[in-house]
């Protein structure tokens, strides 16, 4: 058997293991379902009554629409204004929107959006006030009256255009950062625990008779690794397509030109640590041993974490997205607010991988050399210095 068909072989044996576990297809399936509701929940919670807005009319024909809505649509509270005044009055907030009547059919003015039910109200009116006007003249024909039955022309223009909103920005960057934590913490977790089982069981010796020890530890991790990858992907297709499915289309974007960004460096992030969690797992010779051997992997995911949500100072921030272990959390936040360049996500992943790279060899170096030892737990220094007499 080749090296790659037996990385395969034990990366394939993790996989169907951690399908066939319930926690785990559990676990998954409540992430989902949290997801989900995060995107659809305040959309479906925000229908408690006809929304209130202040409209400004541009004319008296405005005037009366604005007054000819029902109030059970949205209750508005219509104020006949100067056109002139209607950017100083949406600027300041003293309006929701102003509106017109023109002989191509509405204009419909916010500062940074017009909201969809206050839009839909006014067309909505307007074609039935036109209906019921047409019909009223004895003189309308068939022809005049599919006219009026057509929706209403509505043109929106915004003062000022952001966008997505920009209260949302930052906290998709959290949110990017809680995604890498918790399923970094989770998988890096499960490899520590998959290997200290396979120790106390003996399961291992059998192991590393049929395939090297190297082997066994790539085929773990990257078993492990594309699952957890393949959840994130999912999470991101979950939130994405509830974001569409609200009308969020801006929000849709911005994940969308952002997303490979983030599972680029969750990608190299998880391989930074993963050959160490693998490590710290071979410390220990007994489950209970672990919470102990892993305390230091679980720092290395926890503090840059906090760092990352809250070091808020600009300068301390554009460091921290260049350093490997805040990189994969801040880069991305970084990203989606705005703040960084594509060259400068690329030099960070660059530094990332080669910081990877080190990370890998040290951990094989001392996964190999503790595998095998079942008395008692493994020093870090221990396994260090019985490198040279590990099993290869």
Known sequence: ??????????????????????????????????????????????????????????????????????????????????????????????????????????????????????????????????????????????????RLLSPVDVTERLVDDPGVDPAVVPVLGIAFGLLFFFVVYQFGFAIAQAVVKEKESRVVEVLVSAVPVRTLL??????????????????????????????????????????????????LGFALLACLWAAAGAFASRTEDLQSTTMPLQLLVIVPFFASVYVTSEPVRTVLSYLPLTSPLVMPARLVEGDAQAWEAVVAAVLLLAAAAVTVRVGERLYRSSLLRTRGTTSVAQAWAGSAEAPR
């Open 1 to 146: 058997m080749s090296t790659w068909s037996a990385v395969r072989l034990v990366a394939g044996r993790e996989v169907g293991e951690k399908l066939r576990s319930r926690a785990f297809v559990l676990g998954t399936l409540l992430f989902l379902v949290l997801v989900a509701a995060s995107v659809a929940l305040p959309a479906l919670l925000s229908d408690d009554g006809p929304e209130e807005y202040d409209v400004a009319a541009l004319s008296p024909a405005a005037l009366t629409l604005v007054e000819a809505v029902p109030d059970d649509e949205v209750d508005l509270t219509p104020r006949e204004v100067d056109p002139a005044q209607v950017e100083v009055l949406l600027e300041d907030e003293d309006v929701d929107a102003a509106v017109d009547v023109t002989p191509g059919g509405l204009v419909v003015t916010g500062y940074d959006e017009v909201p969809d039910d206050l839009r839909d109200a006014l067309a909505g009116t307007a074609q039935l006030g036109g209906l019921t006007s047409a019909l009223a003249d004895a003189g309308a024909g068939p022809d005049e009256v599919q």
């Open 218 to 267: 790539y085929g773990k991790v990257l078993g492990l690794g594309a699952l957890a990858l393949g959840q994130v992907v999912l999470l991101a297709v979950v939130a994405l397509a509830g974001a569409s499915l609200t009308g969020e289309s801006e929000l849709v974007s911005l994940l969308a030109r952002n997303s490979a960004w983030f599972l680029l460096f969750f990608a």
